[in-house]
């Protein structure tokens, strides 16, 4: 719908969104302005359409600051008076938002290395290894299997800070980044339309929402609040600071859950949110064994894959059935026992448990922005029956 009405949506009435998409075609990965005056971003178009957004400068300002958060929360410390050696493993499309970031904060102070996760590994690997980052900034899949690296004995780097964003940080991803390293990586919840979202503290309690910035309301499918200790069917959210695009409870897919106990020894007045599931994710639509549809949701494949001794996994969802794609599996380790386990927590569900395949590959699949999702359903949109519209 944003896009759809667009050019009444935009506050500045010059603002043509035949114009801003010519502009966004000639992005070369500078800090480009559009009519000297908005930065433009675009998402992925991971669920239809893809979406461009604006910023003026003053809001351009709140959604650095808003990113600048999570290193300050964390404790990084880098600033002015504080070098600090960065390296960001995410999307150097020019279009996305990070690259965006990435774009106008580029500064003395803080040498960063841009690499995208869409490059060979052992590749980005190499750049690593002769730049001996101080924060790593990484999608989490990627934080993963860089830890994974580490413990191998390939990569040799000691970060003091690792970050990981955007896809679920999965609780094998989180141990195996902390045997690397030694430490608890922090986890960030952002968006394009949004910025910063949420953040976690250095008490790793879960993510502290940014209040301040964006109203986040975990609802239902009838947009109806779910209580802490629930996971939600989406999320509203309004951006306070954006006045150019307005956002008043635009819905977002992810599925994320209110801490139970909101308080943090930190202090922080900020709620916090404990789980995310389904970003980037897709919710599989499944014949029930009573007729009709079930709904799986990506939990429900969480609790049997990751405990997998692999550094990247993907669930695939197509007319055949399932295929469950593993990569970098550790020795001994044999994929056709998660065939018992996946179908039992599938017939838990009330599933007509479809055929099941799992395969090694090299490498999982990205998308054009470099990430990683874990459940992809390929079936086409109309296919998708028992989906809420
Ligand atoms: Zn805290």
Request: one cysteine or more.
């Amino acid at each position: 719908m944003v896009m759809e009405h667009f050019d009444e949506l935009v506050t500045d009435p010059t603002v043509r969104l035949a114009d801003v998409e010519s502009h966004l075609a000639t992005l070369s990965g500078g800090d480009e302005l559009l009519g000297g005056r908005y930065r433009v971003a675009s998402t992925s178009g991971s669920t239809g359409r893809r979406g461009l957004f604006l910023w003026n400068p003053g809001e351009w300002a709140t959604v650095l600051a808003s990113y600048n958060r999570s290193f300050d929360w964390a404790g990084v410390g880098a600033g002015l008076t504080h070098r600090t050696r960065m390296a960001v493993v995410s999307s150097t499309t020019p279009w996305h938002q990070s690259a965006r970031v990435g774009a106008s904060v580029s500064s003395p102070w803080v040498p960063t290395l841009r690499i995208d996760s869409g490059d060979p590994l052992e590749s980005i690997v190499e750049r690593l290894n002769s730049f001996r980052p101080k924060v790593l900034v990484a999608y989490a899949s990627m934080a993963h299997l860089l830890a994974e690296e580490q413990l191998a004995g390939r990569l040799r780097i000691s970060p003091s800070f690792v970050f990981g964003s955007s896809e679920v940080f999965t609780a094998q991803a989180r141990r195996r980044v902390q045997e690397a390293w030694d430490k608890k990586p922090f986890e960030v919840y952002a968006a394009t339309e949004t910025a910063g979202i949420a953040s976690e503290c250095d008490q790793h309690r879960g993510m502290h929402l940014f209040e301040d910035l964006v109203i986040t309301e975990v609802v239902d499918e009838n947009n109806k609040p779910v209580p802490p200790g629930v996971y939600g069917e989406k999320v509203l959210v309004t951006v306070l600071f954006s006045r150019t695009m307005p956002l008043i409870r635009y819905e977002m897919s992810d599925s994320v859950r209110l801490a139970s106990s909101p308080r943090c020894p930190c202090g922080r007045p900020f709620a916090l949110i404990d789980g995310i599931q389904g970003r980037a994710e897709d919710a599989l639509s499944l014949p029930a064994a009573s007729g009709g549809y079930v709904s799986v949701q990506p939990i429900v494949f969480h609790r049997v894959m990751d405990a997998v001794p692999a550094s990247g996994w993907q669930v695939i969802q197509g007319s055949e059935g399932l295929t469950v794609l593993l990569s970098g599996v550790r020795e001994g380790f044999e994929g056709a026992s998660l065939l018992g386990p996946l179908r039992r927590e599938l017939a838990a569900q009330g599933a007509v448990v479809p055929p099941v395949e799992v395969r090694r590959v090299p490498n999982i699949p990205r998308t054009t922005v470099g990430k990683a999702p874990l459940i992809k359903s390929y079936l086409p949109a109309s296919e998708r029956l028992g989906r809420k519209p």
